[in-house]
């Protein structure tokens, strides 16, 4: 068997060792028909078939069903947001102002990848594919920031004095992006304020909340 098809229009037999680019391209597929359709139940696995020019059972050569296949790629996508992070951080040293544009980043990377944020942040336990339940989830890079930047507060003073666990505070940072990321994935239509503003005010009160000084 092979991984492409040989009716007209398909893709030539698959040679040795290609394996890894047609999943690859599958990915690929998925992820733009993910972004032009908007949603997840809209793309088959017919459609991403015919994106790459395979039959149906190549795709399932590589992924077990649509939904490993959907969440493997809103997990790939997911990982983009450290390289936001790092983006955001340039040039800022205070720990405070840091603090804040790593909450800003977070919810700006929602904003602009919601389906992928909905199936990574947003599916039940029982909705996710078995090999995800058990491995650490691309999520866990904002929490190791979110903790980094937390220590970095601490150990400069500036949080309230009962504040001294980066893990409890970081929790709270998450768990505070995480509810203003959620409202915008799942209520897009909703009459929203300027964004860009609502999103600084949010993360900036949060942040003022931890402050030993709020000034």
Request: hydrophobic share 45%; glycine share 6%; aromatic share 8%.
């Amino acid at each position: 068997m092979t991984d492409t098809a040989t009716a007209a229009g398909r893709r030539a037999r698959s040679r040795k060792g290609e394996g890894r680019r047609l999943r690859d391209e599958i990915l690929d597929a998925t992820e733009r028909l993910l972004i032009e359709t908007g949603s997840s139940e809209a793309v088959s696995i017919r459609a991403v078939a015919d994106a790459v020019g395979v039959t149906p059972p190549s795709i399932y050569r590589h992924f077990a069903d649509k939904v490993t296949l959907v969440y493997e790629v809103g997990d790939r996508v997911c990982a983009g947001l450290e390289e936001a992070f790092v983006e955001a951080v340039v040039g800022i040293d205070d720990p405070v102002e840091r603090f804040v544009a790593l909450g800003k980043a977070y919810v700006d990377f929602g904003r602009r990848t919601p389906e992928a944020y909905r199936l990574v942040f947003m599916s039940r336990h029982d909705e996710t594919p078995a090999a995800y339940q058990e491995q650490p989830i691309r999520g866990l890079i904002a929490f190791r920031w979110a903790a980094d930047a937390a220590q970095a507060a601490i150990d400069a003073g500036v949080l309230r004095p009962e504040l001294t666990d980066a893990t409890h505070v970081a929790t709270m940072a998450w768990a505070s992006a995480h509810g203003l990321t959620s409202l915008l994935v799942s209520k897009p239509v909703f009459p929203w304020p300027d964004l860009d503003r609502f999103i600084d005010e949010y993360v900036r009160n949060f942040v003022r909340g931890l402050l030993r000084d709020p000034g």
